[in-house]
């Protein structure tokens, strides 16, 4: 199994704060990356998938990069409702793999 | 707009069956891959098992020997059945859609608390 490892596991912001996320993959996987936002008692909400393309509808101060083993999300001028967690997965193969997530407080 | 709705029951003893099914709207099941992942209260998100609309599925390893995942084409549904439950299967289940091209999981529903109880 690619095991996802994230860091940090939180982060204490303010808002319009640059904020920066790592996910590293214990083996490459190219782009094959997806980054996902919780919200307390929600459904996580798809971010960017293929490690740097930002889902439609998403606001464009977040953006994703990296392939391989690093990948990144930066949230550039952090806003009230981005507080929450985000988490990175693993699309490259089965089984699907998540990291342990990132709380943004 | 496509929309997953679980169900399934409110509560599962230990040693029993879990089975939820989750309801697709404005998408046809025969277009897409879909999943069940589950998130432990308080804990982070766990891929559980994904079918592929040609039926062909990928589980969990370490819930492989437990779990299997179904289509319902005739009533544009699919299902997860867990056996053998015990406390650790309590967990909030979400149905999941694999995006095309398999990128990511693109629409989730809301999810279903499933607590493992006697």
């Not at chain 1, 996802?4 to 490459?28: E, H, W």
């Amino acid at each position: 199994d690619i095991q996802m490892t994230q860091s940090p596991s939180s982060v204490s912001a303010s808002v319009g704060d640059r904020v920066t996320i790592t996910c590293r993959a214990s083996q490459g996987i190219g782009t094959w990356l997806a980054w996902y936002q919780q919200k307390p008692g929600t459904a996580p909400k798809l971010l960017i998938y293929a490690a740097s393309t930002l889902q439609s509808g998403v606001p464009s101060r977040f953006s994703g990069s990296g392939s391989g083993t690093e990948f990144t999300l930066t949230i550039t001028s952090l806003q009230p409702e981005d507080f929450a967690t985000y988490y990175c997965q693993q699309a490259n193969n089965f089984p699907r793999t998540f990291g342990q997530g990132t709380k943004v407080e | 707009q496509v929309h997953l709705q679980e169900s399934g029951p409110g509560l599962v003893k230990p040693s029993e069956t879990l089975s939820l099914t989750c309801t697709v709207s404005d998408a046809s099941i025969h277009d897409y891959s879909w999943a069940w992942i589950r998130q432990p209260p308080g804990k982070g998100l766990e891929w559980v098992s994904s079918v592929s609309y040609s039926g062909s599925t990928n589980h969990s390893p370490s819930l492989k020997s437990r779990v299997s995942i179904s289509l319902d084409t005739s009533n544009n549904q699919f299902s997860l059945r867990l056996t053998s439950v015990t406390a650790a299967d309590t967990a909030v289940y979400y149905c999941a859609r694999h995006a095309s091209g398999d990128w990511a999981f693109d629409v989730w529903g809301q999810g279903t608390m499933v607590p493992v109880s006697s």
